[in-house]
């Protein structure tokens, strides 16, 4: 079936940095990508939308550019968390959908920022 | 605008005993609804969907779904609930962007 890769697992970094996730399909190629944030106990807030060799549709009240989504190809989309601050760690997790499969998002395991 | 509503946070239930996990819709046109499952600190793994056809949709892990146009709902079952299935559980609506919209989940807590 469709896996999608997200790396990495877990990362921690400091304050004002920059931090980048990358999102894989391993064995389809996605023509879209979605980006969503989710906060303890609670649901997912979809970020943006990544269009293959387009810019990324954002989602009322996200920050274009303090998350800057990149989809250069049609199996690898990046998300860059920009000067990083304490109030954006969170779970982050990106999902996929292939040409032929509209209908079923495939997610990857998720990324966990924990900004000090 | 769609949207889904889990009017449950958590749902407790013994192992061996059937559980129901609600979910209630509102869309604009047909309905494409899905169940998901996460588990800690994972993502989330595709469960079922209903898209047409028969209001009685089987999934993964033994799950199955009824659609209820009348009732706009959309509940997850499982005949005899085992403890690994102890997990969040996430109704989904799908947009005709193809965006997807989830609940805010609902824990479901299987009991040995």
């Known amino acids: 079936g469709a896996v999608v890769s997200q790396h990495p697992s877990w990362v921690i970094c400091k304050s004002g940095t920059s931090v980048k996730i990358e999102c894989r399909s391993l064995?389809?190629?996605?023509?879209?990508m979605f980006w969503y944030r989710q906060f303890p106990k609670q649901s997912l807030m979809l970020m943006a939308t990544?269009?293959?060799?387009?810019?990324?549709?954002?989602e009322q009240g996200v920050e274009k550019d303090k998350f800057l989504i990149n989809h250069a190809s049609l199996t690898l989309s990046t998300l860059t968390v920009t000067s990083a601050h304490p109030e954006d760690s969170s779970f982050y997790i990106c999902?996929?959908?292939?040409?032929?499969?509209?209908?079923?998002?495939?997610f990857g395991a998720g990324s966990r920022l924990t900004v000090l | 605008a769609q949207s889904v509503a889990q009017p449950e946070d958590q749902v407790n239930v013994a192992e061996g005993n059937p559980l129901t996990v609600k979910c209630t819709y509102s869309?604009?046109?047909?309905?494409?609804l899905f169940w998901y499952v996460q588990y800690p600190n994972r993502g989330l793994q595709f469960l079922l969907k209903?898209?047409?056809?028969?209001?009685l949709v089987k999934g993964s892990y033994g799950f199955e779904a009824e659609f209820n146009k009348s009732q706009t709902s959309f509940h997850l079952k499982k005949p005899s609930a085992l403890v690994s299935d102890s997990a969040l559980y996430f109704c989904?609506?799908?947009?005709?962007?193809?965006?997807?919209?989830f609940g805010s989940g609902t824990k479901l807590n299987v009991k040995p």
């Open positions: 999902s996929a959908r292939g040409l032929s499969g509209a209908n079923v998002l495939t």
């Open positions: 064995d389809f190629q996605a023509t879209t």
């Open positions: 990544s269009n293959e060799g387009s810019k990324a549709t954002y």
């Open positions: 869309v604009s046109g047909n309905p494409y």
């Open positions: 209903y898209i047409t056809g028969d209001n």
């Open positions: 989904a609506v799908r947009d005709g962007f193809n965006k997807f919209y």
